[in-house]
């Protein structure tokens, strides 16, 4: 009886829930939206790139105009590969106009580029000979044209950092009125253990050659990297922070409106701005101790940073990789499951490894539902 039991409950949990959940979302009605994404980071698609926002696309079945299912495995502006070679698909200015005027949102995931040893192209990118990436001209245009139509717009960590040129960061910076402080940042939990390799620069060297110390760190902490003066500063978990993997804490706007805990683990890559007089949801607070506080006014930092800011209710701007999570999209489409898995990770707001389910999830979300308001309101006038 007990094995009849047993066998009756995993033949539900395994087939029945997962099946039911499916044909659930199956014949749910999905919505259009007319989605720019760009991500000039990508060769392959492997680890974490645009899965995430496809994730919540497939979950929410928003669909492509004509009702297909969007795959970011492929479509999106960036570096993508072709055979032996990789091309680069991107807008020209004289079509900026008419993309603008069908878009719904747009959505810069990454620009941080790739360096030109990994590229193989029969027509070499213009932009830097060393590295493919950051903000051009046409994603000037392109964003200025949809500022002004009033577009939703994400944008995330990098979006102003190197290698855009410093002219072009000018303008984006005025357009936006966020300006970049020249520092990237991120907490890892083993400072003697991390690589060159996971940090993408040489900071041991340019740590070295600024304090005459060598790198004789260990146990958690934050790495604050200076990108345009060449400098780097540690923050030891426990004496100069005491950071718990580095805090968001969500305002009670953003609390509110996109269903956000009041704190936030995230161990990600972020950026450290100033907003200038746009409106910050969200905080980054590493809780920095006298000596931490007193380095941080030594070079001239704040307390605390934007991690989350808007701008006139239809540009975001998120300081940190967010969307960098590693998720299974074969369970995007399957309702029920996700639900529980929800409601177990959102819990754990502590641990940096659930931070799809406790920021990214219902903070895309919440601008998802919103973006799909306005397209409603604009097709019924």
Same mark, same amino acid.
């Given at each position: 009886?007990?094995?009849?039991?047993?066998?009756?409950?995993?033949?539900?949990?395994?087939?029945?829930?997962?099946?039911?959940?499916?044909?659930?979302?199956?014949?749910?009605?999905?919505?259009?939206?007319?989605?720019?994404?760009?991500?000039?980071?990508?060769?392959?698609?492997?680890?974490?790139?645009?899965?995430?926002?496809?994730?919540?696309?497939?979950?929410?079945?928003?669909?492509?105009?004509?009702?297909?299912?969007?795959?970011?495995?492929?479509?999106?502006?960036?570096?993508?590969?072709?055979?032996?070679?990789?091309?680069?698909?991107?807008?020209? $200015?004289?079509? $900026?106009?008419?993309?603008?005027?069908?878009?719904?949102?747009?959505?810069?995931?990454?620009?941080?580029?790739?360096?030109?040893?990994?590229?193989?192209?029969?027509?070499?990118?213009?932009?830097?000979?060393?590295?493919?990436?950051?903000?051009?001209?046409?994603?000037?245009?392109?964003?200025?044209?949809?500022?002004?139509?009033?577009?939703?717009?994400?944008?995330?960590?990098?979006?102003?950092?190197?290698?855009?040129?410093?002219?072009?960061?000018?303008?984006?910076?005025?357009?936006?009125?966020?300006?970049?402080?020249?520092?990237?940042?991120?907490?890892?939990?083993?400072?003697?253990?991390?690589?060159?390799?996971?940090?993408?620069?040489?900071?041991?060297?340019?740590?070295?050659?600024?304090?005459?110390?060598?790198?004789?760190?260990?146990?958690?902490?934050?790495?604050?990297?200076?990108?345009?003066?060449?400098?780097?500063?540690?923050?030891?978990?426990?004496?100069?922070?005491?950071?718990?993997?580095?805090?968001?804490?969500?305002?009670?706007?953003?609390?509110?409106?996109?269903?956000?805990?009041?704190?936030?683990?995230?161990?990600?890559?972020?950026?450290?701005?100033?907003?200038?007089?746009?409106?910050?949801?969200?905080?980054?607070?590493?809780?920095?101790?006298?000596?931490?506080?007193?380095?941080?006014?030594?070079?001239?930092?704040?307390?605390?940073?934007?991690?989350?800011?808007?701008?006139?209710?239809?540009?975001?701007?998120?300081?940190?990789?967010?969307?960098?999570?590693?998720?299974?999209?074969?369970?995007?489409?399957?309702?029920?499951?996700?639900?529980?898995?929800?409601?177990?990770?959102?819990?754990?707001?502590?641990?940096?490894?659930?931070?799809?389910?406790?920021?990214?999830?219902?903070?895309?979300?919440?601008? $998802?539902?919103?973006?799909?308001?306005?397209?409603?309101?604009?097709?019924?006038?």
């Amino acid at each position: 009886m007990k094995t009849s039991r047993a066998i009756a409950i995993i033949f539900l949990v395994v087939i029945l829930i997962p099946v039911s959940g499916f044909v659930s979302w199956y014949f749910k009605k999905g919505k259009e939206l007319e989605i720019f994404f760009v991500n000039k980071s990508i060769l392959n698609f492997k680890g974490t790139e645009n899965k995430s926002f496809n994730w919540i696309l497939n979950n929410q079945k928003i669909l492509r105009p004509g009702k297909f299912p969007y795959d970011l495995k492929i479509q999106y502006f960036g570096t993508h590969i072709d055979g032996e070679n990789n091309r680069i698909i991107y807008p020209r $200015l004289s079509d $900026l106009d008419r993309l603008v005027e069908k878009t719904d949102l747009v959505y810069y995931a990454d620009i941080s580029g790739i360096p030109a040893s990994e590229l193989k192209m029969s027509e070499p990118p213009e932009q830097d000979k060393l590295l493919y990436g950051g903000f051009n001209n046409t994603d000037y245009f392109l964003s200025r044209k949809a500022f002004d139509k009033g577009t939703k717009y994400i944008a995330e960590c990098n979006f102003f950092g190197v290698p855009t040129d410093p002219l072009m960061r000018f303008n984006i910076e005025q357009l936006t009125d966020i300006y970049w402080l020249g520092w990237i940042g991120k907490y890892v939990l083993d400072l003697s253990a991390v690589s060159e390799d996971d940090i993408c620069y040489n900071y041991r060297e340019i740590y070295h050659s600024r304090t005459g110390q060598t790198w004789n760190f260990s146990g958690p902490g934050l790495i604050l990297i200076d990108r345009l003066n060449d400098r780097v500063i540690v923050f030891r978990e426990g004496h100069e922070i005491n950071s718990l993997q580095g805090f968001i804490h969500a305002h009670d706007e953003a609390i509110l409106r996109f269903n956000l805990p009041e704190l936030t683990c995230f161990s990600g890559w972020f950026s450290l701005l100033h907003p200038g007089k746009n409106k910050t949801l969200c905080t980054f607070d590493f809780r920095p101790s006298e000596i931490g506080r007193a380095i941080l006014k030594e070079n001239g930092l704040p307390d605390t940073f934007p991690a989350l800011i808007e701008r006139n209710n239809h540009f975001y701007l998120l300081a940190g990789d967010f969307g960098k999570s590693e998720v299974r999209l074969c369970f995007s489409r399957i309702y029920g499951i996700n639900h529980i898995i929800d409601a177990a990770k959102r819990k754990r707001f502590d641990r940096a490894s659930n931070f799809f389910y406790t920021f990214y999830k219902p903070l895309i979300t919440g601008i $998802l539902e919103e973006t799909l308001g306005e397209s409603a309101g604009k097709q019924e006038k």
